[in-house]
């Protein structure tokens, strides 16, 4: 897995209100990505990470926010929950291969459900 | 917007079968392509992944088919066993530092015994 962990695993927030994930990564891995999972749509990259204090938006960025202050934690905010942000939240690392090859690895998933 | 297009949607497979899931893709600039499989309540598993300067990978019972012209590649898996009940997701990465990778939709495998 990576050493990777999502926190909490579980939320049910009210519309309005304002949602922080945390991801967590034991491997001094550079590069991190927030995805959401919906049913039909696979996952969507929301923003990623390419460094402390180096992010970038993804195809679904807006009413999110992230933040990294440090290498082993990558922050996902909702500043305003709405009903379209229920969802899986996936946070996931690149790791490269001796083969040059990268590969993402996921962490377990953060159910978000917005009422 | 790049996209990769992916079916069935769901498939159902008896026991000893062979699973068959397609995808297409648009962007001749994509470089690298992965399946991930997911079990419930896990996050996505890197399953097998292919290079477009090649035609066929496989590894154990799962092979990618690639067909460059046709931008198009599946996911064949042999002797289906009820343990490959997951979904399945193709994807595509183009070249860039950042590694992003587009999903397809997914498939929801069941393997009948």
């Known amino acids: 897995d990576a050493g990777i962990t999502q926190s909490p695993r579980h939320k049910v927030t009210e519309t309005g209100t304002p949602v922080t994930l945390r991801c967590h990564q034991t491997?001094?891995?550079?590069?991190m990505y927030w995805y959401r999972q919906d049913p039909g749509h696979g996952l969507r990259l929301i923003h990623y990470?390419?460094?402390?204090?180096?992010?970038d938006k993804g195809e679904v960025s807006d009413g999110y926010s992230v933040s990294r202050s440090k290498t082993e934690d990558f922050l996902l905010t909702l500043e305003s929950a709405t009903s379209s942000q229920t969802s899986v939240y996936f946070c996931?690392?690149?790791?490269?291969?001796?083969?040059?090859?990268?590969?993402?690895?996921f962490g377990p998933g953060t159910r978000l459900t917005v009422l | 917007q790049q996209q990769v297009k992916q079916s069935p949607q769901s498939l159902i497979v008896q026991k000893g079968g062979i699973s068959i899931i397609n995808c297409a893709y648009e962007?001749?600039?994509?470089?690298?392509f992965p399946w991930y499989q997911q079990f419930p309540g896990k996050g996505p598993a890197l399953l097998i992944a292919?290079?477009?300067?090649?035609s066929e990978k496989k590894e154990g019972r799962f092979t990618i088919s690639f067909n460059k012209s046709a931008k198009q590649f599946s996911l064949h898996i042999m002797d289906s066993q009820p343990g490959d009940s997951a979904t399945y997701f193709c994807?595509?990465?183009?070249?860039?530092?950042?590694?992003?990778?587009?999903f397809g939709s997914g498939t929801r495998l069941s393997i009948r015994p």
């Open positions: 292919i290079r477009p300067d090649v």
């Open positions: 996931a690392i690149s790791q490269w291969t001796s083969g040059n090859e990268d590969t993402q690895y």
């Open positions: 962007n001749t600039a994509f470089d690298y």
């Open positions: 491997e001094n891995h550079r590069y």
């Open positions: 990470s390419y460094g402390v204090k180096d992010t």
């Open positions: 994807a595509a990465r183009g070249y860039s530092s950042a590694s992003k990778i587009i």
